[in-house]
């Protein structure tokens, strides 16, 4: 499945909660990632990603264990992702280290997330700070199929829209490019 997803800058942070506080409950967690590569940097070279999350909410603790290919949409950046939840966070590490991957990054974010069904499709709304980066972002999110990528983001720019975010609010800069950057 294809991680049909955009990414905006948010002007107007609690305007945006407020309408997705209509729309459904949301789910308060703090993310801890950790970005892997190979010591030779090809997996960030090749646009995949291989990353451990770590989530804590109200709903207890839990890691997932996630593999992103290269981009499918060049526009969006939309990835295959690939992910499953890992009992032991410890020993994932310790796995991830035993087969020589190295790690990239590591940081946190602060998410308010919602999933909600709009235009035929399961949705998920997450509001995004990150305490090393200036300002709150919005992801929006659907699975897809690889021919069905383009009108699954057609139907997430038309949530943007319906929350008030414009095209020039869109940005494909990575949370792990801007933390990376503000620890130069």
Do not use: W
């Not at 990054?105 to 235009?119: G, L, M, P, S, V």
């Amino acid at each position: 499945m294809i991680e049909a997803e955009l990414k905006a800058r948010v002007h107007a942070p609690e305007a945006v909660m407020r309408q997705l506080d209509e729309l459904a409950t949301a789910r308060v967690e703090v993310y801890r990632d950790t970005y892997y590569d190979r010591p030779d940097g090809s997996l960030e070279k090749a646009g995949e990603e291989l990353r451990l999350r770590t989530v804590h909410g109200a709903d207890g603790t839990r890691t997932v264990l996630t593999y992103k290919g290269a981009a499918v949409d060049a526009d969006s950046g939309s990835k295959p992702e690939h992910e499953t939840v890992v009992e032991d966070a410890d020993q994932a590490h310790a796995i991830l280290r035993g087969l020589g991957h190295v790690e990239l990054i590591a940081f946190e974010k602060r998410c308010r997330n919602y999933d909600f069904t709009a235009h035929g499709r399961r949705m998920l709304a997450t509001l995004v700070r990150v305490p090393e980066i200036d300002g709150t972002f919005l992801e929006v999110e659907t699975l897809a199929d690889e021919d069905d990528v383009t009108a699954a983001l057609d139907d997430v720019r038309a949530v943007l829209t319906e929350l008030g975010i414009s095209a020039g609010d869109l940005t494909r800069e990575t949370y792990t490019g801007a933390v990376a950057a503000q620890r130069r």
